[in-house]
């Protein structure tokens, strides 16, 4: 900061809370600064701990308007990039955007071009992915920049002046269209732009030279000025590695003028605003001058060094010989400050190989350079006072003391990554927002601590675990049996984090929690819990890198008290095994959760559909099961098509008209695929195609698929029939057991107490005679349904399809032979099935007490009616049977006439349930 200021007292090393004014006592401007300095650090710092390194405010103001700002964004009017209105903050520095700005209009960095916002300069950008980011610092103000500072009253007398926070975005390349990268990526350039200055300085007062008598002070020792004076030495120019240029002043660069005009005939001539205030604090013959204006001052960019020859009025006369000197060269607020080197000097090289190069300022003040990492504009302050004929300046403890070499006093630059964007050549778009936006505290709905020793350890990238198996063997290794780990955003990869626990250890707790969409879990092998206490999986995506062919399924949670699974994505192809298996359990709770669970042949049909559209890039797409690399190949897909021309994309919808109209190949898809297919063709018309949209049809399409042709997704309750436990474990099957489904999107089977039966096996045993001889042995109490399980509450779900192992039909049809009476254990107490969506049909429920309501029966995801004849009508759908001992059935809907429950149960009662057909 170039102002007239006595020195500069403020050292975070101290401590300090406040500045005390008291009675009487002189003030002085140093005291009040440092005042204002401690309640920056204060601030800044409280900010830096709760926020972090960047961080913006989630969610809107009364008007709507985001509270976050500076999201880089592809302007629709004008395909340039602009920056949003709101705040962010910068390592505990607010930073404010008053209103939507373009990327070359904005106020603090003066930009004509793309290139004069790239940083490290360059003449033009060619094609690639780029980082924008936000460069922040402050910068000094005084009347010269803002004459509202001054006070007119006052006659002319400037007064206080001010500190500014500057924000700059600018662009950095970060690799080639190709290259993978995110938005924490570690780039090679983004260390060297954003790396702080290294260099230091050290300072003395000349040091006596031999022995003298105590009681006399050589003429030559220490500070020999007449005046106390703050000597500031500022990096002009970074030459090489090994080489800068500096200036240094005595006022602290405080010396300075507005620059009116030039001569038009003698260029040499200079009118300034004021030559100074007297002799001292004005300019003079032989002085040093920089020419300089805000642009180069926003730019980071040296002024001009000239010398003055005379001084006429308000006319600085500048030597000639040197550089020309033109006014329009500095268009932005021109100034000239004065700087005090030796008149035949002007800047001062320095050369940083030399292990002792002191300097002489002037009056015995000596600064000396460490090499390191220098930008320009780096300055160090140096009070020298007349009192103690020397400097302020730390020295070691050595005997005799020496003056330690410090970093620079500023410019303090802070950065951080907003959006990483693509450039084409020709336009821009944006590939990610790489800002971090967080909730106020009072719409927290709940606070987790990471790190430390608080409740939860990080595990990723900057966590305190890389892995996931390494945290969880190393807690476990260590005798931890309360755990609780937060995957940090990003990509996670796990081998082997299985945990089985013996009957003696299974007083062990574990919650598993992610960033949402944000924490990617990939199992390259499946995932079991055994013996765990409780189990807790919450807000991440899991996606096993493996066909599940195991019995287990990907995740498998066997004899474990307590397993709650909440806002997860599990998605993965499930040719014979289940993406999630629960046995054996007290308590179960799965809650706002996707499961996804595709079968091999799930996306044939569309992918059949796509060929004979000859359609190759969609056609190629749906021949990839794997829902991780769908979604890649789908957004380039979406890109694609989205880029088409209007010509392109109506011969691609005639294609796939034509295709729809094969009578053999419709007949293989459910009602929601058609529709999927109808939306396309819709989309294939519209003039313009937004690829973002694109993409989420594309995902519609093969969330249609797999529904019609689902996979199996979960499997509940101990597996039929129950096996004979050891005594610890007859509790498990008591009646108070709670296995709860609750507001998920389940796009596969749910299968009760195992695997589920195929459909030969259906066929075969689901009979209308089977069934209406079953019906009559329930009546008769000869089978009677034993529940031990305890409840399954199934609510508020959108599902495709609920059926039952195939050892339950087994065993009922093993019952249904026999001449005694037989009790099947085993199975649900009571199911309560409400405000479901079923999408698919052929639903199978067999437990003891059965109460269905306001269930929504839309077969959307049905392809054809069930290979089980259960009504009268050949063209009925079958919505499903039911099994029970006693149900109730109150206010289901089908939303069409011709579909049909089939209830086999000893007792029931039904009520209000309208368009659906339960016999």
């Given at each position: 900061?170039?102002?007239?200021?006595?020195?500069?007292?403020?050292?975070?090393?101290?401590?300090?809370?406040?500045?005390?004014?008291?009675?009487?006592?002189?003030?002085?401007?140093?005291?009040?600064?440092?005042?204002?300095?401690?309640?920056?650090?204060?601030?800044?710092?409280?900010?830096?701990?709760?926020?972090?390194?960047?961080?913006?405010?989630?969610?809107?103001?009364?008007?709507?308007?985001?509270?976050?700002?500076?999201?880089?964004?592809?302007?629709?009017?004008?395909?340039?990039?602009?920056?949003?209105?709101?705040?962010?903050?910068?390592?505990?520095?607010?930073?404010?955007?008053?209103?939507?700005?373009?990327?070359?209009?904005?106020?603090?960095?003066?930009?004509?071009?793309?290139?004069?916002?790239?940083?490290?300069?360059?003449?033009?950008?060619?094609?690639?992915?780029?980082?924008?980011?936000?460069?922040?610092?402050?910068?000094?103000?005084?009347?010269?920049?803002?004459?509202?500072?001054?006070?007119?009253?006052?006659?002319?007398?400037?007064?206080?002046?001010?500190?500014?926070?500057?924000?700059?975005?600018?662009?950095?390349?970060?690799?080639?269209?190709?290259?993978?990268?995110?938005c924490a990526s570690d780039l090679a350039l983004w260390q060297t732009v954003t790396a702080a200055?290294?260099?230091?300085?050290?300072?003395?007062?000349?040091?006596?030279?031999?022995?003298?008598?105590?009681?006399?002070?050589?003429?030559?020792?220490?500070?020999?000025?007449?005046?106390?004076?703050?000597?500031?030495?500022?990096?002009?120019?970074?030459?090489?590695?090994?080489?800068?240029?500096?200036?240094?002043?005595?006022?602290?660069?405080?010396?300075?003028?507005?620059?009116?005009?030039?001569?038009?005939?003698?260029?040499?001539?200079?009118?300034?605003?004021?030559?100074?205030?007297?002799?001292?604090?004005?300019?003079?013959?032989?002085?040093?001058?920089?020419?300089?204006?805000?642009?180069?001052?926003?730019?980071?960019?040296?002024?001009?060094?000239?010398?003055?020859?005379?001084?006429?009025?308000?006319?600085?006369?500048?030597?000639?010989?040197?550089?020309?000197?033109?006014?329009?060269?500095?268009?932005?607020?021109?100034?000239?400050?004065?700087?005090?080197?030796?008149?035949?000097?002007?800047?001062?090289?320095?050369?940083?190989?030399?292990?002792?190069?002191?300097?002489?300022?002037?009056?015995?003040?000596?600064?000396?350079?460490?090499?390191?990492?220098?930008?320009?504009?780096?300055?160090?302050?140096?009070?020298?006072?007349?009192?103690?004929?020397?400097?302020?300046?730390?020295?070691?403890?050595?005997?005799?003391?020496?003056?330690?070499?410090?970093?620079?006093?500023?410019?303090?630059?802070?950065?951080?990554?907003?959006?990483?964007?693509?450039?084409?050549?020709?336009?821009?778009?944006?590939?990610?927002?790489?800002?971090?936006?967080?909730?106020?505290?009072?719409?927290?709905?709940?606070?987790?601590?990471?790190?430390?020793?608080?409740?939860?350890?990080?595990?990723?990238?900057?966590?305190?675990?890389?892995?996931?198996?390494?945290?969880?063997?190393?807690?476990?290794?260590?005798?931890?049996?309360?755990?609780?780990?937060?995957?940090?955003?990003?990509?996670?990869?796990?081998?082997?984090?299985?945990?089985?626990?013996?009957?003696?250890?299974?007083?062990?707790?574990?919650?598993?929690h992610g960033c949402g969409m944000a924490s990617r879990l990939t199992l390259n092998k499946p995932?079991?819990?055994?013996?765990?206490?409780?189990?807790?999986?919450?807000?991440?995506?899991?996606?096993?890198?493996?066909?599940?062919?195991?019995?287990?399924?990907?995740?498998?949670?066997?004899?474990?008290?307590?397993?709650?699974?909440?806002?997860?994505?599990?998605?993965?192809?499930?040719?014979?095994?289940?993406?999630?298996?629960?046995?054996?359990?007290?308590?179960?709770?799965?809650?706002?959760?996707?499961?996804?669970?595709?079968?091999?042949?799930?996306?044939?049909?569309?992918?059949?559909?796509?060929?004979?559209?000859?359609?190759?890039?969609?056609?190629?797409?749906?021949?990839?099961?794997?829902?991780?690399?769908?979604?890649?190949?789908?957004?380039?897909?979406?890109?694609?098509?989205?880029?088409?021309?209007?010509?392109?994309?109506?011969?691609?919808?005639?294609?796939?008209?034509?295709?729809?109209?094969?009578?053999?190949?419709?007949?293989?898809?459910?009602?929601?695929?058609?529709?999927?297919?109808?939306?396309?063709?819709?989309?294939?018309?519209?003039?313009?195609?937004?690829?973002?949209?694109?993409?989420?049809?594309?995902?519609?399409?093969?969330?249609?698929?797999?529904?019609?042709?689902?996979?199996?997704?979960?499997?509940?309750?101990?597996?039929?029939?129950?096996?004979?436990?050891?005594?610890?474990?007859?509790?498990?099957?008591?009646?108070?057991?709670?296995?709860?489904?609750?507001?998920?999107?389940?796009?596969?089977?749910?299968?009760?107490?195992?695997?589920?039966?195929?459909?030969?096996?259906?066929?075969?045993?689901?009979?209308?005679?089977?069934?209406?001889?079953?019906?009559?042995?329930?009546?008769?109490?000869?089978?009677?349904?034993?529940?031990?399980?305890?409840?399954?509450?199934?609510?508020?779900?959108?599902?495709?399809?609920?059926?039952?192992?195939?050892?339950?039909?087994?065993?009922?049809?093993?019952?249904?032979?026999?001449?005694?009476?037989?009790?099947?254990?085993?199975?649900?107490?009571?199911?309560?099935?409400?405000?479901?969506?079923?999408?698919?049909?052929?639903?199978?429920?067999?437990?003891?007490?059965?109460?269905?309501?306001?269930?929504?029966?839309?077969?959307?995801?049905?392809?054809?009616?069930?290979?089980?004849?259960?009504?009268?009508?050949?063209?009925?759908?079958?919505?499903?049977?039911?099994?029970?001992?006693?149900?109730?059935?109150?206010?289901?809907?089908?939303?069409?006439?011709?579909?049909?429950?089939?209830?086999?149960?000893?007792?029931?009662?039904?009520?209000?349930?309208?368009?659906?057909?339960?016999?």
């Amino acid at each position: 900061m170039k102002g007239d200021f006595t020195r500069s007292t403020f050292d975070k090393r101290s401590h300090y809370s406040s500045v005390r004014w008291q009675q009487g006592r002189v003030h002085v401007d140093a005291d009040w600064n440092e005042a204002m300095d401690i309640l920056a650090h204060r601030g800044r710092t409280t900010r830096r701990d709760v926020i972090g390194l960047c961080g913006g405010p989630a969610g809107a103001d009364v008007d709507g308007n985001p509270l976050a700002g500076f999201l880089i964004d592809v302007d629709a009017a004008d395909g340039e990039l602009h920056i949003s209105p709101g705040r962010y903050y910068v390592d505990g520095v607010l930073v404010e955007n008053d209103a939507d700005v373009a990327l070359l209009q904005q106020p603090d960095l003066p930009a004509n071009t793309l290139a004069d916002v790239l940083v490290p300069p360059g003449d033009e950008l060619s094609s690639g992915t780029y980082l924008a980011f936000l460069d922040v610092w402050e910068r000094h103000i005084t009347a010269l920049e803002d004459p509202a500072i001054r006070e007119v009253a006052l006659g002319g007398p400037d007064t206080a002046t001010r500190t500014k926070v500057v924000w700059q975005v600018k662009l950095m390349a970060a690799g080639e269209d190709e290259a993978e990268i995110d938005c924490a990526s570690d780039l090679a350039l983004w260390q060297t732009v954003t790396a702080a200055s290294t260099g230091r300085l050290a300072a003395q007062a000349e040091p006596l030279e031999g022995e003298t008598a105590p009681c006399i002070v050589p003429a030559q020792a220490g500070y020999r000025g007449l005046e106390n004076q703050l000597y500031r030495v500022e990096v002009h120019r970074v030459i090489s590695e090994d080489e800068i240029t500096i200036k240094w002043s005595r006022e602290n660069g405080s010396v300075a003028s507005a620059w009116l005009g030039q001569d038009t005939v003698n260029p040499n001539r200079l009118t300034v605003q004021s030559t100074g205030r007297d002799k001292v604090l004005g300019f003079a013959a032989d002085d040093w001058v920089e020419l300089t204006d805000d642009i180069r001052e926003l730019r980071g960019q040296p002024g001009l060094l000239v010398q003055i020859q005379a001084i006429e009025g308000n006319v600085l006369i500048i030597k000639p010989g040197g550089s020309p000197v033109d006014i329009g060269d500095f268009p932005v607020n021109p100034k000239v400050r004065r700087w005090d080197m030796p008149s035949e000097v002007g800047e001062i090289s320095v050369d940083l190989t030399l292990a002792d190069n002191w300097i002489e300022l002037e009056n015995g003040v000596q600064v000396k350079f460490d090499a390191g990492i220098f930008h320009t504009g780096d300055y160090w302050l140096i009070p020298a006072r007349t009192a103690t004929r020397g400097i302020e300046w730390p020295k070691d403890d050595a005997t005799p003391s020496q003056p330690l070499t410090l970093l620079p006093h500023g410019i303090h630059h802070h950065y951080c990554r907003l959006a990483l964007l693509s450039f084409d050549g020709e336009g821009w778009s944006r590939l990610s927002d790489c800002r971090h936006l967080f909730p106020s505290l009072t719409e927290m709905v709940r606070f987790f601590h990471v790190g430390g020793d608080g409740c939860c350890v990080t595990v990723g990238k900057g966590g305190a675990f890389k892995r996931l198996d390494e945290a969880i063997s190393t807690l476990l290794e260590q005798g931890e049996r309360d755990i609780c780990l937060c995957l940090l955003a990003g990509e996670h990869v796990t081998t082997n984090p299985s945990i089985t626990l013996g009957l003696e250890d299974r007083d062990l707790h574990i919650a598993i929690h992610g960033c949402g969409m944000a924490s990617r879990l990939t199992l390259n092998k499946p995932w079991l819990f055994k013996g765990v206490r409780s189990v807790t999986l919450r807000d991440m995506v899991i996606e096993p890198a493996f066909n599940v062919n195991n019995v287990g399924g990907a995740i498998s949670f066997q004899h474990c008290s307590q397993v709650t699974v909440t806002g997860c994505t599990i998605r993965g192809c499930t040719p014979k095994g289940p993406l999630m298996s629960i046995a054996d359990a007290n308590q179960v709770r799965l809650r706002d959760n996707l499961l996804e669970a595709s079968r091999s042949d799930s996306l044939e049909t569309s992918q059949k559909l796509f060929n004979l559209a000859e359609v190759g890039i969609l056609a190629d797409l749906f021949s990839l099961p794997a829902p991780g690399e769908f979604r890649e190949k789908a957004t380039a897909a979406a890109k694609e098509l989205a880029g088409a021309s209007p010509a392109q994309r109506k011969q691609i919808r005639g294609q796939i008209q034509k295709a729809l109209g094969n009578q053999a190949l419709r007949r293989t898809m459910s009602g929601s695929e058609f529709r999927s297919m109808g939306k396309l063709l819709s989309t294939l018309a519209a003039k313009k195609v937004d690829p973002v949209n694109m993409l989420d049809l594309l995902l519609d399409i093969r969330r249609a698929a797999i529904k019609a042709r689902p996979g199996l997704a979960v499997v509940l309750g101990e597996t039929f029939p129950p096996q004979e436990l050891p005594q610890v474990e007859l509790g498990i099957l008591d009646g108070d057991d709670l296995v709860s489904l609750e507001s998920n999107e389940i796009a596969g089977v749910v299968s009760l107490y195992g695997l589920p039966a195929s459909q030969n096996f259906l066929r075969k045993a689901l009979t209308p005679e089977f069934l209406k001889t079953l019906q009559g042995q329930l009546a008769e109490r000869r089978i009677v349904l034993n529940g031990l399980l305890g409840t399954l509450n199934i609510r508020g779900n959108q599902l495709v399809q609920i059926t039952v192992a195939e050892q339950v039909l087994q065993a009922l049809q093993d019952a249904s032979s026999s001449d005694a009476a037989v009790q099947l254990p085993g199975l649900f107490g009571r199911c309560l099935l409400s405000d479901n969506v079923f999408e698919g049909g052929g639903n199978l429920i067999v437990d003891q007490h059965l109460t269905m309501n306001a269930n929504d029966f839309k077969m959307a995801a049905a392809v054809q009616p069930s290979p089980v004849n259960v009504a009268a009508a050949p063209s009925a759908l079958n919505a499903g049977i039911v099994i029970a001992d006693t149900s109730i059935y109150t206010g289901n809907h089908a939303g069409r006439g011709n579909v049909v429950m089939r209830d086999i149960s000893r007792a029931s009662a039904k009520a209000a349930n309208l368009e659906i057909n339960i016999a």
